[in-house]
DNA sequence: GGGACGAGAGTCG
DNA sequence: TTCCACGACTCTCGTCCC
């Protein structure tokens, strides 16, 4: 629903006002924000980020961007007249180029839903009608109702200063299937004017009405009523629209008579010019913070015509694409064709805590988050081969680094395991976010990986064949149980320790939570995907690939302290008498499994893991997990634990990040963060 | 030189 | 008391390898 934007002013010890050069969104105009003592909220603002390390990193990045703009400046002060002239005669070309593309024959109009999340709210929850309330926790707000805007609140402000601003301020949860709900509604809405409209979020959309026009003999304006009044009518919600010749303008329309209002900007050339030549250029989408500064301050550049004025410098000092960016801008061009379906290119998640260097406790949440995200892309059929680790420390700083494998991928276990040889390489840190994002995903959309080696647990256990090419895929993790360490080397996977093998979701993730109202949006969905890994539900289909490390074990914090000590002293144990014991054996598979006979009928007898009787599935994949640990020790005639680092990673096989292996020679990436920046702006790095 | 890849940055809702 | 999210996309640049 919203973003976040914030840049801190150098601040100018002899100023008394520094709040003033502490530039945040939160003080830019919106609707329903008329009338805001900008000022108060500016102060209160500063007043309580100052000192904060976040503040400190704002001051960062703010530097980073000046640095930008005084680059750019130096290369357009390096411009000579022959330049410009060269610069000139491209800019005129790709403006010729870019009118001849221009189509008036379409009519788009947008529709955004007003303060969509909040507004579901309160049709649910009448008594919040007049009050002031946000959408949102203490840590981050999705968005604020339009009294809570005057008192400057609005969407992507922390919840703490927005309840400064405004003391009465009610907070309610973020509660995404309400949302889902309404939005069905809208897009029911949608559907009869457009089939094929474009959803942009839960709470708006592109409706291409020319043909709705046509065939009704009505008014785009007509249209866009009747349309908001039907929205209206199916969801008790309001809406505002605009009507323009592309979406660019549409989207710009739209924003213009909100809340509940609509404006229609006519197709005709001298009118898109007339409408854009003052337009500011921080309405146009895909121009931010950023952006906005670097071409004030460098080309002085404030409203969308002025693109045109300085299309040489434009064309000079940006990359082809970019400076194409900017012209059509100017020109009021935007998007008037039907995009065909595009397959989504990644899928990532991420979790904010309290910052932290516990490498046990780091580790667990990449466990819970490779979980997440296989769950995820089993839910969508995907297998992807470049996986990212996304990291903020606990001085904001952000970084991310990737690998990509030779095969697919989707299950937790192949996650986890590549994506620890990523985190192990950034320790030691201090953390406040961990993230997993995959990407370049398998072409085949019938969800089996086009590596045919790659085998499931299921056929795996299924075949008893445990010499397959890739059993160590499956190498159980907790085969280094006894090596009383979480290390990851470079040829290792992480394995960990038998004292610290418990789940420790619950300490981890919600008493290091950043915010501790329970009702907070982020922290909320936390702790109902922790309660669903807590108690697995037995209808979810999802083909787990399991892979029996001791963090799989779910126990409940509760029982955190004495599965600590059960488990050193026990897990080894058992699994000793286990698995050695089936060794010898080494019968038929229906013997073996009798060896994993759950103790008092609840807990496994290897890792100690406790699943009520009930949960008949789960116990089932748990001890297909073990019974296939077993058999591939069988194969491999060791016992994986006594292996040498060498022996495992022979065992291990390629993983693909060798052919990159030289990369790490680089300097850090934190040293190096801020300083190519003489190297990085012969053209700008911006990206339009 | 060009493609693939990794990392960082910016933007949006 | 609480102290700045999450998911997705795009672009740019540097490095490596063929």
């Known amino acids: 629903m919203a973003k976040s934007e914030t840049s801190v002013g150098s601040e100018d010890p002899s100023s008394s006002r520094p709040w003033e050069s502490y530039h945040t969104v939160f003080t830019n105009a919106k609707a329903g924000m008329e009338g805001v003592d900008k000022e108060k909220v500016q102060r209160t603002v500063y007043e309580m980020s100052k000192g904060s390390k976040y503040f400190e990193n704002e001051e960062k990045k703010e530097a980073y961007t000046k640095q930008k703009i005084e680059n750019m ?50 049709l649910c929850n009448p008594s919040l009608k007049g009050r002031p309330m946000a959408v949102g926790s203490m840590s981050m707000l999705s968005t604020a109702n339009y009294e809570a805007r005057k008192f400057g609140v609005r969407a992507a402000m922390p919840g703490f200063i927005a309840r400064k601003l405004c003391p009465e301020l009610l907070f309610v949860p973020v509660d995404f299937q309400k949302y889902n709900h309404y939005s069905n509604l809208t897009r029911k809405v949608f559907q009869k004017y ?151 290119k990644s899928i990532s998640n991420e979790r904010t805590f309290s910052a932290t260097k516990d490498e046990v406790l780091l580790f667990q949440k990449l466990v819970d988050l490779s979980e997440m995200l296989s769950a995820d892309m089993i839910k969508e059929g995907l297998f992807g081969r470049t996986l990212t680790l996304k990291l903020k420390t606990a001085s904001f700083e952000v970084r991310s680094r990737a690998v990509t494998l030779p095969s697919y991928i989707s299950s937790s276990g192949d996650i986890l395991k590549h994506a620890s040889k990523l985190l192990k390489a950034e320790f030691p840190v201090s953390l406040r976010l961990m993230g997993l994002r995959m990407s370049h995903f398998s072409e085949d959309k019938n969800g089996i990986p086009p590596d045919p080696t790659q085998k499931t647990l299921s056929s795996f256990i299924l075949s008893g064949d445990a010499s397959g090419g890739k059993t160590s895929d499956y190498r159980p993790l907790v085969s280094d149980v006894c090596d009383n360490t979480f290390s990851v080397d470079e040829n290792c996977c992480p394995t960990y320790c038998a004292e610290t093998s418990c789940d420790l979701r619950d300490s981890s993730m919600e008493n290091q939570a950043s915010d501790s109202t329970s009702s907070c949006h982020v922290i909320g969905n936390i702790n109902e995907e922790l309660n669903e890994t807590v108690v697995p539900q037995s209808s979810e289909p999802q083909p787990k690939v399991h892979e029996p490390t001791d963090t799989d074990h779910t126990i409940k914090s509760d029982k955190v302290d004495s599965c600590m000590g059960q488990l050193e002293a026990s897990s080894c144990a058992r699994w000793e008498a286990g698995v050695n014991c089936a060794d010898d054996e080494a019968g038929s598979v229906s013997d073996q499994k009798q060896l994993f006979r759950w103790v008092d009928d609840y807990k496994c007898p290897i890792c100690g893991i406790e699943l009520p009787p009930s949960f008949i599935e789960e116990r089932q994949e748990h001890s297909d997990f073990h019974l296939a640990e077993k058999l591939q020790g069988e194969e491999s005639g060791n016992h994986h634990r006594s292996f040498m680092p060498q022996q495992r990673a022979a065992q291990r096989g390629h993983t693909g990040s060798s052919s990159r292996q030289k990369k790490k020679q680089k300097p850090s990436p934190t040293a190096s963060k801020y300083v190519p920046i003489d190297a990085f702006f012969v053209k700008t790095n911006q990206n339009f």
């Open 73 to 122: 400046r130096i290369q357009y002060s390096k411009l000579t007249a022959q330049d410009i002239s060269h610069h000139q005669k491209i800019a005129d070309k790709t403006i010729l180029d870019l009118e001849a593309t221009r189509d008036l024959s379409r009519i788009w109009l947008h529709v955004d839903m007003d303060a969509f999340y909040a507004a579901v709210e309160t």
């Open 194 to 344: 457009d089939p094929n409209f474009l959803a942009a979020s839960l709470d708006e959309a592109y409706l291409d009405i020319t043909s709705v026009c046509k065939e009704r003999g009505i008014t785009s304006r007509e249209v866009a009523e009747e349309l908001r009044e039907s929205v209206h009518f199916e969801t008790g919600l309001t809406c505002s629209a605009g009507v323009a010749p592309n979406r660019l303008l549409a989207k710009v329309c739209s924003d213009i008579n909100k809340p509940n209002g609509q404006f229609v900007l006519p197709n005709d050339r001298s009118a898109v010019v007339t409408f854009i030549s003052s337009l500011p250029i921080r309405k146009i989408g895909g121009i931010g913070k950023v952006t906005e500064r670097i071409l004030k301050d460098v080309f002085g550049i404030a409203t969308c015509e002025e693109m045109l004025q300085k299309s040489s410098f434009l064309c000079g000092l940006f990359s082809r694409s970019s400076a194409d960016f900017f012209l059509s801008v100017g020109l009021g061009l935007g998007g008037t064709d039907t995009p065909q379906y595009r397959m989504r």
